[in-house]
């Protein structure tokens, strides 16, 4: 700063300091982006690997026996057994296919209604209490009901896996839209932004969020009740392998299926954060920086 002026008691613009300001920190992209995605793999496989490298010991030791909760090299005879005979291909379209199609029909119904009672506090007095009321429900009760009503075949399973991925859904974009900052939507109306562009700049950027939580945890619950459906009705599933496995006494099987379930759930999982991310880029969370 020149002495002169501060002598004279007045800053010329340019020479008053700001601040300064440490740059957000920018996700990595492109061979980066591609490098911390491996590290994040392999930092996530520390557990499970060393808790199969355990537990193989633990049995080859003869600190196990193994019987009831074969070792990983057993599991992965079967597996191999499974895969070379087109079995487990077959269980996994078919159990994908189940929560593929439920989760579409369930996700568009939630998040239907859950934008109606959210806007609308005429409709959430009329629907939301009947609709809480359901949820309470468990899924187990409703399969003798859609059997009942829609046979045995697919159309039920649909409806089951549907009503599991509907409740979360629904709920998230509800509390999103009402969980929506009043004072955004008073300053979109002092700049003029009609209905449609306060919900298309202020309401959708405000539950995105929400609504991908929601939708994350309604996938997870599309697979406990394709579970569901697939026990008590099906002839081909992971939930049909699983009750194979238990009326032949084959734990080897039941784990397969279950590790199965897992690896799915989570590839599932992965992808639909990975189509959201592009959509969530905007925000400064704590995350980001993490």
Do not use: C
């Not at 081909?236 to 279950?258: S, T």
Request: glycine residues 10%; hydrophobic residues 55%.
């Amino acid at each position: 700063m020149n002495f002169a002026a501060t002598q004279s008691g007045v800053t010329a613009p340019e020479q008053i300091s700001t601040p300064s300001i440490a740059p957000a920190r920018i996700e990595p992209a492109g061979p980066a982006a591609g490098r911390a995605w491996k590290i994040d793999w392999m930092v996530a496989l520390i557990l499970p690997v060393l808790l199969a490298i355990v537990w193989e010991g633990a049995v080859r030791f003869g600190y196990a026996s193994g019987r009831l909760m074969p070792p990983p090299s057993r599991l992965a005879v079967t597996a191999t057994a499974l895969i070379r005979s087109g079995e487990l291909q077959t269980h996994i379209a078919a159990t994908m296919a189940r929560v593929g199609l439920g989760f579409l029909f369930g996700a568009i119904a939630g998040t239907a209604l859950g934008t109606l009672t959210g806007s609308s506090a005429a409709m959430r007095r009329l629907l939301d209490p009947s609709i809480q009321a359901l949820r309470a429900i468990p899924s187990i009760a409703w399969v003798p009901l859609f059997i009942l009503w829609l046979g045995i075949f697919e159309t039920s399973k649909l409806a089951l896996v549907s009503l599991g991925v509907f409740f979360p859904v629904y709920l998230g974009v509800l509390s999103a839209i009402q969980d929506v900052d009043r004072k955004l939507l008073e300053v979109g109306r002092v700049f003029g932004l009609s209905p449609l562009a306060q919900v298309r700049r202020i309401i959708l950027p405000a539950i995105l969020p929400t609504w991908v939580a929601a939708l994350r945890s309604g996938l997870g619950l599309g697979f406990m009740f394709v579970l569901a459906a697939e026990l008590l009705g099906a002839s081909e599933g992971l939930g049909y392998l699983l009750l194979d496995g238990q009326q032949m006494g084959r734990a080897d099987a039941i784990l397969v299926a279950m590790i199965t379930f897992a690896i799915l759930g989570k590839l599932s999982d992965g992808i639909l954060v990975a189509l959201a991310r592009p959509v969530l880029r905007w925000q400064d969370t704590a995350r980001t920086q993490l």
